[in-house]
């Protein structure tokens, strides 16, 4: 399931779309966003190659700037004969004397819509629902002004994630691709939000709401960019089921990582030169992330067989602010070889998951009664 999407965080612009590529029976991993120029950003879906063309036209045509009239021209002169029977549909973020968000169908050439926002893909109605809908288009959210909108961001990705890491669970099973990345607008233009760790848990209560602690999912993923490229890491501590966290401190870590290319044509120096350092054993081996993202499956009667699960509770912790609710430590045994690593994880209070399961028990209880 394939999916880009244009919309805004408290007003500013974001961009989001998902690393996984399909057809012919395979399946493979590609860029679906691109930071063109510091203000123009595209993602892409439909036929790989139709992808191709159409942003390497841009890249050659565009102006310096990205401008819009510079887009409109490239995009607007494109033949009808040029793609065939292919074709590409581009949603994104253009910057002149303001934002504008944009979408353009090969199909149709000639015209260039804009809109509030725009999702795209065969998961763009489930990310709207996610999202709270048309009327909810921004996620601006109560109370929550001193919020990073790039921390506001993270929250829906982060759940996104838990289902591609382990779609056999039961919170989620909507199939969607492989790895996200987001562009956001800041001062000098669209930023990747870079250097992202995501853990995923489930939390167990009793058939009274006590808490008996956490489960791991045996593996952790990391998303870093490297200027063209996007690179997702993922840390396995094992197999199967969700472990207990003194069990993964004992563990071996098999490290696996996807270099992601862009659509575009890139230089194959430049590929080279990214591959070699991602493949470096040293690569990005510790936990500390600017981003560290955990999502909470809360379990009640988690022990049994009869288990039943609630929503999820996302908190994530950003490098620059307190992260006393919850950290990931992580220490080298021996420098020479970073599988060999103390891995420790400190979970937030149990007083915290029994609050925030109470409220969700109240909150069935008032559904079912309405």
Known sequence: MT??????????????????????????????????????VVGWTGDLVAAQVILDKINEEVDEKGS???????????????LGSMSVI?????????????????????????????????????????NGGEVS???????????????????????????????????????????YEILYLTENGFEYIEDILYVICEVWFDDEGN????????????????????????????HGSFLEPQDICKSTHHINRHLVKPVHHINKCDFDSTKKEVSSTSYKSSFDADY??????????????DSVPFDPLIMISYRNEDRSLFK?????????????????????????????FKEMCKSRIRNHDD
């Open 137 to 179: 288009h921004e996620l601006n959210k109560p109370n929550r002004e001193q919020v990073l909108p790039q921390i506001m961001a993270l929250e829906n990705v982060c759940y996104l994630m838990a289902d591609e890491v382990d779609r056999k669970q039961k919170y989620r099973n909507d199939g969607y691709g492989f790895g």
């Open 68 to 82: 819009f009239k510079s887009l409109s021209k490239s995009l607007k002169s494109v033949s009808k004969y040029l």
């Open 211 to 238: 808490y008996l602690g956490p489960k791991l999912f045996p593996s952790v993923h990391s998303y870093h960019n490297e200027s063209d490229f996007s690179v997702i890491q993922e840390t396995s501590f094992g």
């Open 292 to 305: 560290v993202c955990l999502f909470s499956s809360l379990i009640q009667n988690g022990h049994l067989s």
């Open 3 to 40: 999916l880009v999407a244009a919309y805004r965080v408290n007003e500013v612009p974001f961009l989001l779309g998902d690393l996984l590529i399909t057809g012919g029976g395979k399946v493979g991993a590609r860029k679906k966003v691109h930071r063109i120029r510091k203000d123009l």
């Open 328 to 356: 990931v430590f992580s220490n080298s045994i021996n420098p020479e070889d970073p599988k060999q690593r103390e891995i420790s994880f400190q979970f937030p209070s149990s007083e915290i998951y029994e609050l925030t």
């Open 90 to 130: 581009l949603v994104g973020w253009v910057v002149d004397s303001e934002p504008r968000c944009f979408r353009w169908n090969s199909d149709w050439p000639h015209e260039i819509f804009f809109g509030e926002f725009f999702y795209d893909g065969t998961g763009a109605e489930k990310f709207q629902k996610l």
